[in-house]
């Protein structure tokens, strides 16, 4: 990451590193935890709850990210445990978010999802759509939005995807792009990646 960030121009310290606990055993996580690592993410709410709900309260420099695909009837759960949900993709889920926000007085980060493959079969608001998502959650809902995230189809080259979400990003005024993963993180980091994503390269296969 640092080395990317250098060819790139940008200072390292600029690119945060989320490692993908979801799914992955304790005995994986806690030598990462222990090495310093602060920011996990994770794909379910309740997985994340009982993997993590003891130590929450104790590690207060824990950031826990929601990075999976966020019901509906989970959002007030979401809202009370994460510190980030990056996986805001429709109005429904933006209500959700905001009357949890109005009930728990507190709201975590969000990043908007953009499916900048527009593939059927994954979440994410459509590319076009993206802008008038963004203000719909802001003016209509009152939601805080804080970066978007993305990606990329399986198979295709990553830069054109990441172009299009800072694109997006830089049309709305946001800082923040989750982009980037194992595969792809030092070409995410080459197109402003504020942070990236790394589940295999650091625990290995699930």
Same mark, same amino acid.
């Given at each position: 990451?640092?080395?990317?960030?250098? &060819?790139?121009g $940008?200072?390292?310290?600029?690119?945060?590193?989320? %490692?993908? &606990?979801k799914?992955?055993?304790?005995?994986?996580?806690?030598p990462?935890?222990a090495?310093?690592?602060? @920011?996990?993410?994770?794909?379910r709410?309740?997985?994340?709850?009982?993997?993590?709900?003891?130590?929450?309260?104790a590690?207060?420099?824990?950031?826990?990210?929601?990075?999976? !695909?966020?019901?509906?009837?989970?959002?007030?759960?979401?809202a009370?445990f994460?510190?980030?949900?990056?996986?805001?993709?429709?109005?429904?889920?933006?209500r959700?978010?905001?009357?949890?926000?109005a &009930?728990?007085?507190? &709201?975590? $980060?969000?990043?908007v999802e953009?499916?900048?493959?527009?593939?059927?079969?994954?979440?994410? @608001?459509? !590319?076009?759509?993206?802008?008038?998502?963004? %203000?719909?959650? $802001?003016?209509?809902?009152?939601?805080?939005?804080?970066?978007?995230?993305?990606?990329?189809?399986?198979?295709e080259? %990553?830069?054109?995807?990441?172009?299009?979400?800072?694109?997006i990003?830089? $049309?709305n005024?946001?800082s923040?792009?989750s982009?980037?993963?194992?595969?792809?993180?030092?070409?995410?980091?080459?197109?402003?990646?504020t942070?990236?994503?790394i589940?295999?390269?650091?625990?290995?296969?699930?």
């Amino acid at each position: 990451m640092a080395v990317a960030a250098q &060819s790139a121009g $940008r200072d390292p310290a600029s690119v945060a590193l989320t %490692a993908v &606990s979801k799914q992955q055993p304790w005995e994986v996580i806690a030598p990462v935890l222990a090495a310093g690592q602060r @920011v996990f993410g994770e794909n379910r709410v309740q997985e994340a709850k009982a993997r993590w709900g003891e130590l929450r309260l104790a590690e207060s420099a824990l950031e826990l990210r929601l990075i999976g !695909p966020l019901q509906t009837n989970k959002a007030k759960e979401a809202a009370a445990f994460f510190d980030v949900v990056e996986t805001l993709d429709r109005e429904k889920l933006a209500r959700a978010l905001a009357e949890a926000a109005a &009930s728990l007085g507190r &709201s975590p $980060r969000l990043y908007v999802e953009v499916n900048t493959g527009e593939e059927p079969q994954k979440a994410g @608001v459509l !590319p076009l759509e993206a802008d008038g998502f963004i %203000a719909k959650a $802001r003016d209509v809902y009152g939601l805080t939005i804080e970066g978007l995230m993305c990606i990329p189809p399986q198979g295709e080259v %990553a830069g054109p995807h990441f172009a299009l979400l800072a694109d997006i990003a830089t $049309r709305n005024g946001l800082s923040q792009l989750s982009m980037g993963m194992s595969a792809d993180y030092e070409t995410a980091v080459q197109f402003g990646a504020t942070s990236v994503r790394i589940g295999s390269a650091i625990f290995g296969a699930r």
